[in-house]
């Protein structure tokens, strides 16, 4: 058991050293931090949004900016889409799980607003029908995904697609890609 431990452990660690060495995906961070701090300054929202673990992800990075990252500072509007339960699963209900983003961002999304969309594969029907709304509004779309991007790297205006197929391990890139831009936004909306 020791040695799968460990392998998997090394699995993460040559995972997360092929990002670093990926500098389209390091340009993209810095993109998405730059237009998350326009957003930010314009008086805009960040709005999240996954499935499963993604939902806990969204969920998480959401809390990082509208609560704190490093240090005490003025809250950010930044909220994970799937936290009302009585919310989805009326929509669920009423008009399709597909749905359930969807209607959010067209009641809560305005133009220069931004929509994060977690998906390893990167097909989520709901999330696709988000980013399509997004779009129709003029948001800016960020896609945090697996290896090919699946069918939101079309809908994406920044695409963070890690080059993986191994869901556990995508995800794990996906926090890390998310605190860094968290760290980053914070520290250039409150000059640390």
Sequence with gaps: METKIKTIIQSSINLKTKVLNNQEIIKTVKEVVDSIVVCYKNGGKVLFCGNGGSAADAQHLAAELSGR?????????????????????????????????????????????????????????????????????????????????GKLKAESSYLLNVPSMDTPRIQEVHIMLGHIICELVEAKLFKV
Excluded: C, W
């Design 69 to 149: 990252f490093y240090f005490d500072r003025p809250p950010l509007f930044a909220e994970a889409l799937h936290v009302n339960s009585s919310y989805i699963t009326a929509v669920a209900n009423d008009f399709g799980y597909d749905e359930v983003f969807a209607r959010l961002v067209t009641a809560m999304g305005r133009q220069n607003d931004i929509l994060v969309g977690l998906s390893t594969s990167g097909n989520s029907p709901n999330i696709l029908n988000a980013f399509k709304v997004a779009n129709r509004l003029n948001m800016k779309t960020i896609g945090l995904t697996g290896e090919s991007g």
